[in-house]
């Protein structure tokens, strides 16, 4: 029989049990809202509270390459380095005897110095500055872009207050080569200019990240790691033969130099295939060193540069004569060295001359500008319109270079009585080199006109290749118009009077100059012009188009100031490719009727 004595125990027993069984279930449910239910929002508050860690793991920048794949731009590591002020001191070092010896700061910063450049005041400084700040400051940057030779050497100094991260920069080998077409990135890795801009898709790499939760003495909590790896950019392949673009770069200099020029440029293009093999100028670029050169010289002039191409564009207009059916080669006209037409135009040749019967080849060799007017008025200014712009003149050549000019061609509709004639001898308008080769291209192409290309592929990470589209080849004159003119271009090389400056020994050249006057603030400035030569070999069987200009040269103001270039240009370039000799002769053309 239970009594009341001894039932109060039992009841109290049971009422603790109760209790605690209670504060057991809270503590449970409790313990599984932090460690399961909410688990992720307490770890981000641990970390908030310096608990976590990290860091980045970078990507690598894609590469440039040129068409054989030698390196034009590449991507090293450097670093970063780091002192703890708090912790800065003299440190214990064991010699060889085993001698355990304490050196101080001042000759340990004597060491660091030796290595990063600085001077041992400098780096003291730093030390002292950031403890003035934040006297438990354990971060001072010391230096940024150590290249890995001094990072090795500061490791190897075994200071526990240094570290060092590393972080990927961009390199170019062979310095300027090619620097006006690769461009160059900012000191944050941030691309500016040229390719390296233009082609991010394809370079651009993406980065990762490394997280890791820490105990309180800093030691990394084992299995706390997660990590999202880098991916590195592409492979960014060109058209470029580097060692050509080398050549042609040091060619330019030169020539623009002797000339007095105010800067200069050669163009290779392939006719088969439109791929630009150099595209080389004076002023360039070190990507290395941008600093060194001037704001106006950090790009390219080939792509964002206009002029007026003079009597090169005659060739044009010879080819839209021929090929409307309005004349031939032989075909005649009678011109004077300076004329004025029925509707008030005066159009002057550069040497003055009596009245002569010119066939449209002899217009050509002799560069009569009162000749190719009168050839043109055969043809409607809408015609010759259509005719420019199936050339390609006016708009971009769709390489893909960030901030391609245009260039200027007015519709025929605004042509004034000056403007129909101008047009037909490369003035009133304005083009691009690369307008103007790939127009010379599609002559040399039997008419084909293939769209020129700079860059020939991206190669991904894993080995995906993705091939260039320069988009569909467009035959702008019938391929017997073409060749007619090549004949016709060819004879100016071999009539005309550079051609023993020009001549290339065991090859047939075709090509002509130009001489365009220079627009300054609305006017024609005096006595100073923009020359050109552009040609192709073999005339017999084109396989390369070389163009090469000179901005206002002063040794030889006229397009025989660019002679001297091309002949050592298209040289090379025929060596480069290995173009077999040509086995037969030209066919002379009337220059008169």
């Given at each position: 029989?239970?009594?009341?004595?001894?039932?109060?125990?039992?009841?109290?027993?049971?009422?603790?049990?109760?209790?605690?069984?209670?504060?057991?279930?809270?503590?449970?449910?409790?313990?599984?809202?932090?460690?399961?239910?909410?688990?992720?929002?307490?770890?981000?508050?641990?970390?908030?509270?310096?608990?976590?860690?990290?860091?980045?793991?970078?990507?690598?920048?894609?590469?440039?390459?040129?068409?054989?794949?030698?390196?034009?731009?590449?991507?090293?590591?450097?670093?970063?380095?780091?002192?703890?002020?708090?912790?800065?001191?003299?440190?214990?070092?064991?010699?060889?005897?085993?001698?355990?010896?304490?050196?101080?700061?001042?000759?340990?910063?004597?060491?660091?110095?030796?290595?990063?450049?600085?001077?041992?005041?400098?780096?003291?400084?730093?030390?002292?500055?950031?403890?003035?700040?934040?006297?438990?400051?354990?971060?001072?940057?010391?230096?940024?872009?150590?290249?890995?030779?001094?990072?090795?050497?500061?490791?190897?100094?075994?200071?526990?207050?240094?570290?060092?991260?590393?972080?990927?920069?961009?390199?170019?080998?062979?310095?300027?080569?090619?620097?006006?077409?690769?461009?160059?990135?900012?000191?944050?890795?941030?691309?500016?200019?040229?390719?390296e801009s233009a082609q991010e898709s394809c370079l651009a790499p993406t980065d990762g990240e490394r997280s890791y939760q820490r105990g309180k003495d800093g030691v990394i909590i084992p299995g706390t790691e997660t990590e999202t790896p880098a991916v590195d950019g592409g492979t960014l392949g060109l058209t470029i033969d580097r060692d050509l673009q080398y050549y042609l770069q040091q060619l330019?200099?030169?020539?623009?130099?002797?000339?007095?020029?105010?800067?200069?440029?050669?163009?290779?293009?392939?006719?088969?295939?439109?791929?630009?093999?150099?595209?080389?100028?004076?002023?360039?670029?070190?990507?290395?060193?941008?600093?060194?050169?001037?704001?106006?010289?950090?790009?390219?002039?080939?792509?964002?540069?206009?002029?007026?191409?003079?009597?090169?564009?005659?060739?044009?207009?010879?080819?839209?004569?021929?090929?409307?059916?309005?004349?031939?080669?032989?075909?005649?006209?009678?011109?004077?060295?300076?004329?004025?037409?029925?509707?008030?135009?005066?159009?002057?040749?550069?040497?003055?001359?009596?009245?002569?019967?010119?066939?449209?080849?002899?217009?050509?060799?002799?560069?009569?500008?009162?000749?190719?007017?009168?050839?043109?008025?055969?043809?409607?200014?809408?015609?010759?319109?259509?005719?420019?712009?199936?050339f390609g003149i006016g708009q971009v050549s769709g390489v893909g270079f960030p901030g391609e000019a245009t260039g200027v061609l007015y519709p025929a509709s605004d042509w004034d009585s000056q403007t129909f004639y101008n047009t037909s001898f490369g003035q009133g308008l304005s083009t691009t080199l690369p307008q103007l080769v790939g127009a010379y291209q599609s002559i040399a192409n039997d008419?084909?006109?293939?769209?020129?290309?700079?860059?020939?592929?991206?190669?991904?990470?894993?080995?995906?290749?993705?091939?260039?589209?320069?988009?569909?080849?467009?035959?702008?004159?019938?391929?017997?118009?073409?060749?007619?003119?090549?004949?016709?271009?060819?004879?100016?090389?071999?009539?005309?009077?550079?051609?023993?400056?020009?001549?290339?020994?065991?090859?047939?050249?075709?090509?002509?100059?130009?001489?365009?006057?220079?627009?300054?603030?609305?006017?024609?400035?005096?006595?100073?012009?923009?020359?050109?030569?552009?040609?192709?070999?073999?005339?017999?069987?084109?396989?390369?188009?070389?163009?090469?200009?000179?901005?206002?040269?002063?040794?030889?103001?006229?397009?025989?100031?660019?002679?001297?270039?091309?002949?050592?240009?298209?040289?090379?370039?025929?060596?480069?490719?290995?173009?077999?000799?040509?086995?037969?002769?030209?066919?002379?053309?009337?220059?008169?009727?």
């Amino acid at each position: 029989m239970t009594t009341r004595s001894t039932r109060s125990p039992r009841r109290r027993t049971v009422v603790a049990l109760a209790v605690v069984l209670a504060v057991l279930v809270v503590f449970i449910f409790r313990l599984v809202d932090i460690q399961v239910v909410n688990a992720r929002e307490h770890i981000d508050d641990s970390l908030d509270i310096a608990m976590g860690g990290g860091n980045t793991l970078y990507g690598t920048r894609g590469s440039i390459v040129d068409t054989h794949g030698d390196t034009l731009a590449g991507s090293i590591l450097q670093y970063d380095a780091q002192l703890d002020p708090s912790n800065v001191g003299p440190i214990e070092r064991t010699d060889e005897a085993g001698v355990e010896t304490e050196i101080e700061w001042p000759v340990i910063a004597g060491e660091i110095a030796a290595i990063t450049g600085q001077t041992s005041e400098q780096v003291q400084q730093i030390v002292a500055d950031a403890l003035a700040t934040n006297p438990s400051s354990q971060y001072a940057l010391l230096t940024k872009g150590l290249s890995t030779e001094k990072y090795r050497a500061l490791a190897d100094l075994r200071l526990p207050y240094l570290t060092m991260t590393p972080h990927p920069a961009r390199t170019y080998p062979d310095g300027a080569v090619a620097g006006n077409l690769v461009g160059f990135v900012g000191s944050d890795g941030e691309p500016l200019e040229g390719l390296e801009s233009a082609q991010e898709s394809c370079l651009a790499p993406t980065d990762g990240e490394r997280s890791y939760q820490r105990g309180k003495d800093g030691v990394i909590i084992p299995g706390t790691e997660t990590e999202t790896p880098a991916v590195d950019g592409g492979t960014l392949g060109l058209t470029i033969d580097r060692d050509l673009q080398y050549y042609l770069q040091q060619l330019i200099a030169e020539q623009t130099q002797n000339q007095g020029a105010q800067h200069g440029q050669i163009m290779v293009v392939e006719v088969a295939t439109g791929k630009i093999r150099a595209a080389a100028e004076y002023p360039t670029v070190d990507p290395n060193n941008v600093s060194a050169t001037g704001e106006s010289d950090r790009s390219s002039r080939i792509f964002r540069g206009t002029f007026e191409p003079g009597s090169t564009f005659k060739a044009l207009s010879a080819a839209t004569v021929i090929d409307t059916g309005a004349a031939t080669p032989t075909s005649t006209i009678t011109a004077s060295g300076r004329e004025t037409f029925p509707n008030g135009a005066r159009v002057s040749d550069a040497i003055s001359h009596g009245a002569t019967n010119y066939t449209l080849a002899g217009v050509l060799i002799d560069s009569s500008n009162v000749g190719i007017s009168k050839f043109a008025e055969m043809v409607p200014a809408e015609t010759r319109y259509d005719y420019l712009q199936r050339f390609g003149i006016g708009q971009v050549s769709g390489v893909g270079f960030p901030g391609e000019a245009t260039g200027v061609l007015y519709p025929a509709s605004d042509w004034d009585s000056q403007t129909f004639y101008n047009t037909s001898f490369g003035q009133g308008l304005s083009t691009t080199l690369p307008q103007l080769v790939g127009a010379y291209q599609s002559i040399a192409n039997d008419g084909l006109k293939v769209p020129l290309s700079l860059v020939e592929s991206c190669t991904a990470p894993d080995g995906t290749v993705s091939q260039t589209d320069p988009g569909p080849a467009t035959q702008v004159v019938s391929a017997s118009t073409a060749q007619q003119v090549q004949q016709m271009l060819e004879n100016v090389l071999v009539q005309g009077g550079l051609s023993k400056a020009v001549a290339v020994s065991g090859y047939r050249l075709a090509g002509k100059t130009g001489t365009g006057e220079v627009a300054e603030n609305g006017t024609y400035k005096s006595g100073v012009y923009f020359t050109t030569l552009i040609g192709f070999a073999p005339a017999d069987d084109p396989q390369y188009v070389v163009a090469v200009t000179l901005d206002q040269p002063t040794g030889v103001r006229s397009s025989a100031a660019n002679a001297e270039a091309f002949q050592q240009a298209m040289t090379q370039v025929l060596k480069t490719f290995r173009v077999m000799p040509s086995d037969s002769q030209p066919t002379l053309l009337p220059k008169t009727g």
